[in-house]
């Protein structure tokens, strides 16, 4: 039967002496005999063992939890259960690394549209970013719940024209004012926005806002921090007030 030395197991496995040598310490890989000199010497079972522990290492499962896998009579199924485990660590560590890889994406592709950029600007960047997936959510949701409405009001339109019965379209009209009273409130609760004079986050009355000039990401509204009068742009808000 083949045996090997230290230097040699190290070499079949792909890995240092050195941590040949730990796991000897640390009780996982004893070797199966001594040598007249003293040099350590593995036996071929010795070898699958350490191909076994380098497999579960790679799949970084702790040293402690290897001791105890090869500590079993029947380690078959505590290893399917630690993998099982150190997959799903691993999928959220994923997960996180892929928000904040989209995350430094969208900072860098917003950074290369601005000539000039200064640190004020980019944490305003950051917090467009933070919010971005909540407001699409929130404005998704308000369009959803106003489907209705619009139905509503062309059933409104067609049956006055056609029937010439005009109670349903004032019926509309109520139901449309509700539906745009709550909804308003709603939204300018769960929204902020940026003065881009001096960078403050702010929310501004709800009338003003309701009124106030606006694109798509920003509304023209005075800073209640400086007195800036101009376009903010619009930023999540929180839970609302």
């Given at each position: 039967?083949?045996?090997?030395?230290?230097?040699?197991?190290?070499?079949?496995?792909?890995?240092?002496?050195?941590?040949?040598?730990?796991?000897?310490?640390?009780?996982?890989?004893?070797?199966?005999?001594?040598?007249?000199?003293?040099?350590?010497?593995?036996?071929?079972?010795?070898?699958?063992?350490?191909?076994?522990?380098?497999?579960?290492?790679?799949?970084?499962?702790?040293?402690?939890?290897?001791?105890?896998?090869?500590?079993?009579?029947?380690?078959e199924k505590l290893i399917s259960?630690?993998?099982?485990?150190?997959?799903?660590?691993?999928?959220?560590?994923?997960?996180?690394?892929?928000?904040?890889?989209?995350?430094?994406?969208?900072?860098?592709?917003?950074?290369?549209?601005?000539?000039?950029?200064?640190?004020?600007?980019?944490?305003?960047?950051?917090?467009?970013?933070?919010?971005?997936?909540?407001?699409?959510?929130?404005?998704?949701?308000?369009?959803?719940?106003?489907?209705?409405?619009?139905?509503?009001?062309?059933?409104?339109?067609?049956?006055?024209?056609?029937?010439?019965?005009?109670?349903?379209?004032?019926?509309?009209?109520?139901?449309?004012?509700?539906?745009?009273?709550?909804?308003?409130?709603?939204?300018?609760?769960?929204?902020?926005?940026?003065?881009?004079?001096?960078?403050?986050?702010?929310k501004p009355t709800l009338k003003?806002?309701?009124?106030?000039?606006?694109?798509?990401?920003?509304?023209?509204?005075?800073?209640?921090?400086?007195?800036?009068?101009?376009?903010?742009?619009?930023?999540?808000?929180?839970?609302?007030?």
């Open positions: 039967m083949s045996k090997y030395t230290t230097g040699e197991l190290a070499k079949q496995c792909g890995v240092t002496v050195r941590t040949v040598q730990y796991y000897d310490t640390r009780g996982i890989l004893i070797p199966s005999e001594l040598s007249e000199g003293g040099r350590r010497l593995y036996s071929e079972e010795d070898l699958k063992r350490m191909k076994l522990i380098c497999f579960l290492r790679g799949l970084d499962i702790p040293i402690d939890a290897i001791s105890q896998i090869l500590q079993e009579e029947h380690p259960l630690l993998i099982e485990q150190q997959e799903s660590v691993l999928s959220e560590e994923i997960a996180e690394k892929q928000e904040k890889l989209t995350k430094l994406r969208e900072l860098k592709n917003e950074l290369r549209s601005r000539e000039v950029f200064s640190l004020e600007s980019v944490g305003d960047m950051a917090i467009l970013m933070e919010g971005k997936k909540k407001l699409k959510k929130m404005r998704w949701m308000m369009l959803l719940t106003g489907l209705p409405v619009t139905a509503l009001q062309w059933f409104s339109v067609i049956f006055w024209i056609v029937r010439g019965i005009w109670w349903p379209f004032v019926v509309w009209v109520l139901a449309a004012a509700v539906w745009g009273t709550v909804v308003s409130r709603y939204y300018f609760s769960h929204v902020k926005y940026i003065c881009p004079e001096c960078h403050e986050v702010f003003e806002a309701f009124w106030a000039r606006h694109t798509p990401a920003a509304r023209k509204l005075t800073c209640t921090a400086c007195g800036y009068k101009g376009f903010c742009a619009e930023v999540w808000g929180g839970d609302g007030e």
